[in-house]
C-alpha cells in the first residue's frame, strides 16, 4: 500500500507532502522522514470549520474557542503521497526561491507569563522560549512535557528562530499526568539542588576571600609591629653610640686642657703609667655620688611592671586592667570637676575584678593623685590636686605599656 504521509523520525510529526516535509525540515533542522500508512488527521470544527491536523491542535481549539465537537474528514483527504518534488518552471522557480531567501527570521512570540514561570524554575530563557513555542504555548506542563522529551537534543538550549509567517504545530504529549506531575517535581528539586549548591560554592568562596584578607592584614600588623620594634631599636643604639662618642670628646677635651695647663705651668708631660691608680678613687668617687630618687613617671611605670609581672599568666586580664586605668586617667583629664570620674567605690565588684585586686592597681591611681577616704571606702581625687601633667604622664605610660609588647617581660 502507497504511504499517504511522511512521518518524521526526529519528533514523529505526520506531514502531508514533501513541501511541507521540506519546511518541517528548514524550521527543525530534523532530516530523517519516511513514507507512512498512517493518514494526517484532519478534524473539522463543526462550528467555526477550522481544520486540525491532530488531537493535541483540536484540544487547542476548543480550550481557546469552547468548541468541542469535530467532523472527522482524515479518510477524504487521505490520498498517496509522491515523493517527487513537483517541477516548475525555471522563472517561476526563482520567483519562489527569492523571497524564500530574503524571509526574516524572528524569535517566535511565545506566553510572557509562562515563560516567567519556566525561568523561576531554573530553565534557560533559550529552553523556556524553545519549549513554549514547540508545545504551543497550551500549559506549563505541555511545556515542561516536551522539555522532558527533547532534553537531549543537541539544539535545545539555542534560541528558536522561525520566519515571520511560519507556525509550529505542537507535538502530542506522551506522558500520562502522573508521569508529568513526577517529571515536574524532579526538575524543580534539579533546579532547587542546583541553585542551593551554587548559593554554597558562593559562601565558600566569600569566607576563603574573608579569610585570606584577614591573613593579609595579620600579616601586615605583624611586619608593621616588627619594622616598629626594629626602628626604635636603632635609634636606642643610636643613642647610646652618640652618647659614647660625646663622652670620649670631653674625656678628650679634658686631657687636652690638663696638658695644656701642664705646658703653661712648664711642667713636663704626664707619665699615663702615674695616671692609674688614680682609677679607683675616681670609682669611689662616683660611688659615693648620692642615688637620684625615682621620678613619679618611673614609680608609675614600676607599678605597671609589676602589675604585668604579677599575673603574666593572664595576658587579656592585664590588658584589661590596662584599659581601665587609662579610662579613668583620660576621663579625669576630659572632666576634671565631675565627681563621678574623680570618685571610685574600692568596693565596686568591676573595679576590683579589673583593677583593685591586681597588684599595683591600686598604687598606680595613687600616684595619680587619688586618695583614700571615708575609711578606706573609696579613691578620691580633689580638684586642686589634679595635676595635668602627672595624668598626661600616667596617660603615656599606661599606652607605652600596652603597645610595647616586651614591656614587664625584661
Not at 701642664?262 to 695616671?275: A, F, I, V, W
Request: proline share 5%; net charge negative; hydrophobic share 35%.
Amino acid at each position: 500500500m502507497a504511504g499517504v504521509s511522511l512521518k518524521c523520525g526526529d519528533c514523529g510529526a505526520l506531514l502531508r507532502s514533501v513541501e511541507e516535509a521540506q519546511e518541517h525540515a528548514e524550521l527543525t533542522s530534523h532530516s530523517n522522514f519516511a513514507g507512512s500508512t498512517e493518514p494526517v488527521l484532519n478534524l473539522v470544527c463543526s462550528t467555526c470549520g477550522k481544520p486540525c491536523r491532530s488531537k493535541t491542535e483540536s484540544d487547542l481549539h476548543t480550550k481557546r474557542t469552547g468548541h468541542t465537537e469535530f467532523a472527522d474528514k482524515t479518510a477524504d483527504a487521505a490520498k498517496p503521497i509522491s515523493l517527487e518534488v513537483p517541477k516548475v518552471a525555471s522563472s517561476e522557480s526563482e520567483d519562489v526561491a527569492a523571497p524564500s531567501q530574503t524571509k526574516e527570521m524572528v524569535v517566535p512570540e511565545v506566553d510572557k507569563n509562562l515563560l516567567q514561570e519556566l525561568e523561576g524554575m531554573g530553565f534557560s530563557i533559550e529552553r523556556a522560549t524553545r519549549a513554549l513555542h514547540y508545545s504551543g504555548n497550551a500549559s506549563l506542563e505541555a511545556a515542561v512535557n516536551w522539555v522532558v522529551e527533547h532534553e537531549n537534543d543537541m539544539d535545545i538550549d539555542e534560541m528558536p528562530m522561525v520566519p515571520v509567517d511560519s507556525k509550529v504545530e505542537a507535538p502530542k504529549p506522551s506522558l500520562t499526568p502522573e508521569q508529568l506531575k513526577a517529571k515536574q517535581h524532579e526538575l524543580r528539586e534539579k533546579a532547587r539542588k542546583k541553585k542551593e549548591e551554587e548559593e554554597k560554592r558562593m559562601e565558600r568562596e566569600r569566607e576563603k576571600e574573608r579569610i585570606r584578607v584577614g591573613k593579609e592584614l595579620l600579616e601586615a600588623k605583624r611586619i608593621e609591629e616588627d619594622n616598629e620594634r626594629k626602628r626604635i631599636l636603632a635609634l636606642r643604639k643610636a643613642e647610646k653610640e652618640e652618647e659614647k662618642r660625646a663622652r670620649e670628646r670631653i674625656l678628650q677635651k679634658l686631657e687636652e686642657d690638663k696638658a695644656e695647663r701642664r705646658r703653661k705651668l712648664g711642667l713636663p708631660p704626664e707619665d699615663p703609667s702615674t695616671t692609674k691608680p688614680s682609677a679607683p678613687v675616681v670609682e669611689e668617687k662616683k660611688m659615693s655620688l648620692p642615688v637620684r630618687p625615682a621620678t613619679k613617671a618611673e614609680q608609675m611605670r614600676e607599678c605597671l611592671r609589676s602589675l604585668k609581672q604579677n599575673h603574666k599568666e593572664d595576658d587579656a586580664k592585664v590588658k584589661r586592667a590596662f584599659q581601665t586605668l587609662l579610662t579613668f586617667v583620660g576621663n579625669v583629664v576630659k572632666n576634671p570637676d565631675e565627681e563621678k570620674f574623680t570618685k571610685i567605690r574600692l568596693t565596686n565588684q568591676s573595679f576590683q575584678d579589673r583593677v583593685g585586686s591586681l597588684t599595683g592597681g591600686i598604687q598606680f591611681l595613687e600616684l595619680c593623685g587619688f586618695e583614700k577616704m571615708e575609711g578606706g571606702e573609696f579613691l578620691f581625687l580633689a580638684r586642686d590636686k589634679v595635676d595635668m601633667a602627672v595624668l598626661h604622664s600616667a596617660g603615656s605610660e599606661i599606652d607605652s605599656a600596652i603597645k610595647n609588647p616586651f614591656f614587664g617581660v625584661l
